[in-house]
């Protein structure tokens, strides 16, 4: 049984391969320049990506090191713009407390001087 399976792939190999060579679209040298061609067409490729991904990397380390740099000073800049909004808002606050204090009184003295409707 396995001098037949290795008869039958002896000659399967035999028969492919012959009429591989028989039926190929171009001779062993045309493919052989095409596969190069190609080779160094895939090359090509890859170093091409390998150049861009270098820039993309460098352009990163830039924009993080462009961040780092501006953070402090947003913050600072925020912060400043923060107590600014306080110094100005704290004395509005008050009066706006004031007003309201005012017009508390104002319903309270409404609420005993009003007589009650009765039902």
């Given at each position: 049984?396995?001098?037949?399976?290795?008869?039958?792939?002896?000659?399967g190999s035999l028969l492919g391969g012959s009429l591989g060579l028989l039926f190929?679209?171009?001779?062993?040298?045309?493919?052989?320049?095409?596969?190069?061609?190609?080779?160094?067409?895939?090359?090509?490729?890859?170093?091409?990506?390998?150049?861009?991904?270098?820039?993309?990397?460098?352009?990163?380390?830039?924009?993080?090191?462009?961040?780092?740099?501006?953070?402090?000073?947003?913050?600072?800049?925020?912060?400043?713009?923060?107590?600014?909004?306080?110094?100005?808002?704290?004395?509005?606050?008050?009066?706006?407390?004031?007003?309201?204090?005012v017009l508390n009184e104002h319903v309270a003295q409404l609420d005993t001087t009003?007589?009650?409707?009765?039902?």
């Amino acid at each position: 049984m396995i001098k037949n399976f290795i008869k039958g792939l002896l000659f399967g190999s035999l028969l492919g391969g012959s009429l591989g060579l028989l039926f190929a679209p171009r001779s062993g040298n045309e493919t052989r320049r095409k596969l190069a061609g190609e080779l160094e067409e895939a090359a090509a490729t890859q170093e091409d990506l390998n150049r861009s991904l270098q820039r993309f990397t460098t352009a990163a380390k830039e924009t993080q090191s462009l961040t780092a740099a501006m953070i402090p000073e947003l913050s600072k800049g925020l912060q400043q713009d923060i107590e600014a909004f306080k110094f100005q808002a704290e004395p509005r606050i008050a009066r706006i407390k004031k007003q309201m204090q005012v017009l508390n009184e104002h319903v309270a003295q409404l609420d005993t001087t009003e007589p009650k409707k009765s039902k």
